[in-house]
């Protein structure tokens, strides 16, 4: 059933943010295909050069959410370029004279969410946009492995009584702040780990996240539109209750990592661009490769996204006329990539 119009008050607004390869554009990807009527407007952040979730996006667009509804932000964190291109692109988007039924924003995997939020305080934006509340995707599997800290308190104190200690990773800090500005979490990728595993996930999530924010459970971003639109939080009304380790600094940057793309040509077949991707991925410093690729003999396009060295793909839609069959993928890692040697690697 078609949604009402949102004409005569405050249009909603989803902030999707999560880690890197959490798997936000695919629940996003989800969402549109199962809107409910609504007519969407998607905002879509990148860490990078090259807009691949926007493209992916596009690539699923409908009557609902149609390509250009589709708003990308490149070449900059979104919560440290809110007033260049963020609050432009929401007052040219309210400027339409077909306005959305409700926004959705995906942050890259770098940003810090409450600065976001802090955006709709904005005067052009907050009498019009309501943020209807904030969704942080989180890798189940990644997190029950134990790869952020547990006792953050506990790493200060070691900190200040050795002069040797390195400072909290910045993912462990982004982990953090993203569950406590969240409004709903979703934990994905459930169905790679044991109930075990699955539990040990939630109770991690359940020490940053706000009380009576719930945890619901997800695979392949299928979540019903009822479950992620309508929270109703106004969350520009709640920032102070938003606590983040952030909020006694002025600004931020992400000077602790490296992004660039890069063009390689046709692999031979899809097992073997993905055994290669693994490969260097497990020699270098990467968090995060995704973009498209061209197999030798395939009139397709070969969608690739990879979290560490574990990798999955898909042909979304042919190559169009006249479009050159060349892959091109980001690639994302820790401050010092040997961008040389990647490259060369991925392009022999």
């Given at each position: 059933m078609a949604q009402p119009s949102n004409s005569l008050g405050k249009i909603p607004a989803t902030i999707v943010t999560g880690f890197l390869g959490a798997g936000k554009t695919t629940l996003i990807r989800h969402l549109i295909a199962h809107a409910g009527g609504r007519r969407l407007a998607l905002i879509v952040n990148e860490f990078g050069?090259?807009?691949?979730?926007?493209?992916?996006?596009?690539?699923?667009?409908?009557?609902?959410?149609?390509?250009?509804?589709?708003?990308?932000?490149?070449?900059?964190?979104?919560?440290?370029?809110?007033?260049?291109?963020?609050?432009?692109?929401?007052?040219?988007?309210?400027?339409?004279?077909?306005?959305?039924?409700?926004?959705?924003?995906?942050?890259?995997?770098?940003?810090?969410?409450?600065?976001?939020?802090?955006?709709?305080?904005?005067p052009s934006v907050r009498t019009r946009v309501t943020v209807d509340g904030v969704v942080a995707v989180i890798d189940a599997d990644a997190t029950a492995a134990g790869r952020f800290a547990t006792d953050p308190e506990l790493l200060a104190a070691q900190r200040a009584a050795d002069p040797n200690f390195e400072h909290d990773a910045p993912l462990e800090e982004l982990f953090h702040d993203q569950l406590a500005c969240a409004d709903l979490v979703v934990l994905t990728k459930t169905d790679l780990i044991d109930a075990a595993r699955i539990a040990a996930a939630e109770a991690e999530v359940a020490r940053f996240t706000r009380p009576g924010v719930k945890t619901v459970r997800a695979s392949f971003g299928e979540l019903p539109a009822a479950v992620l639109l309508g929270l109703g939080a106004a969350a520009e009304d709640d920032i102070a209750g938003r606590k983040s380790v952030h909020d006694d600094e002025g600004e931020h940057d992400h000077d602790d990592?490296?992004?660039?793309?890069?063009?390689?040509?046709?692999?031979?077949?899809?097992?073997?661009?993905?055994?290669?991707?693994?490969?260097?991925?497990?020699?270098?410093?990467?968090?995060?490769?995704?973009?498209?690729?061209?197999?030798?003999?395939?009139?397709?396009?070969?969608?690739v996204q990879g979290v560490g060295e574990r990798f999955g793909h898909?042909?979304?839609?042919?190559?169009?006329?006249?479009?050159?069959?060349?892959?091109?993928?980001?690639?994302?890692g820790l401050k010092g990539l040997d961008q040389a040697a990647i490259r060369a690697e991925l392009a022999a």
């Open positions: 050069e090259l807009g691949f979730d926007g493209e992916l996006l596009k690539g699923c667009a409908s009557e609902t959410c149609r390509a250009e509804d589709i708003v990308e932000l490149a070449n900059g964190c979104i919560c440290c370029t809110v007033a260049d291109d963020f609050l432009p692109t929401m007052e040219a988007l309210l400027a339409r004279p077909d306005r959305p039924d409700h926004i959705i924003i995906e942050t890259s995997g770098l940003a810090l969410p409450k600065p976001l939020v802090q955006a709709f305080d904005w990592f490296d992004s660039f793309w890069l063009e390689i040509p046709a692999a031979a077949s899809t097992a073997a661009l993905v055994d290669r991707l693994k490969a260097v991925a497990g020699r270098h410093d990467i968090l995060r490769i995704k973009g498209f690729a061209a197999i030798a003999g395939k009139p397709m396009r070969l969608v898909y042909f979304d839609r042919a190559w169009a006329a006249g479009e050159a069959p060349v892959g091109r993928l980001v690639v994302i």
